[in-house]
């Protein structure tokens, strides 16, 4: 689609669906439940600007392919459940750890952030996979 219209909003609305994915994936940091929902707002991003432009200028912005982000969300999803067994703990079981950065916060971070950003990672190559199938199938 060769749309001015379609494009330059695609131009403004990227960044912001991005910043927002961002948002909802952190907010839920110490709970889970964001990488889902921040995976569909990432992946609605990626696919109005798949339609605006083309799904080969879609896969050049994102630098990988739609079923790396799988292997590599599923990957990561896995890895963080398979961290609290290694400590004696029930598969998922939330492990948390405490970093210091000198002069700037406390950072908590835990396996629940590891996993949203791996839930995260398999939505978006899910749903953009879907996006560029049929795409090339209308083409």
């Known amino acids: 689609m060769n749309d001015l219209i379609l494009s330059t909003a695609t131009r403004f609305l990227m ?11 952190l907010r839920g940091h110490n709970e889970p439940g964001g990488g889902f929902i921040a995976g569909l707002v ?21 630098r990988v392919g739609p079923r790396t ?6 990957l990561l999803a896995v890895g963080s459940g398979l961290c609290a067994p290694m400590a004696g703990k029930p598969f998922l079981t939330a ?6 950065i000198p002069g700037l916060v406390n950072l908590k971070v835990g ?4 996993f949203d950003v791996g839930v995260f990672l398999v939505v978006v190559g899910v749903v953009l996979t879907v996006v560029v199938a049929l ?3 209308e083409a």
């Open 69 to 74: 982000l799988i292997g590599w969300g599923l």
């Open 111 to 114: 396996t629940p952030l590891i």
């Open 135 to 137: 795409e090339e199938e």
């Open 42 to 62: 990432a992946a609605a991003g990626f696919a109005l600007y798949s339609l605006a432009y083309s799904p080969g200028r879609m896969i050049q912005l994102l």
């Open 95 to 100: 492990l948390w750890a405490k970093l210091h």
């Open 15 to 25: 960044p912001l669906f991005l910043t927002f994915a961002v948002f909802l994936l």
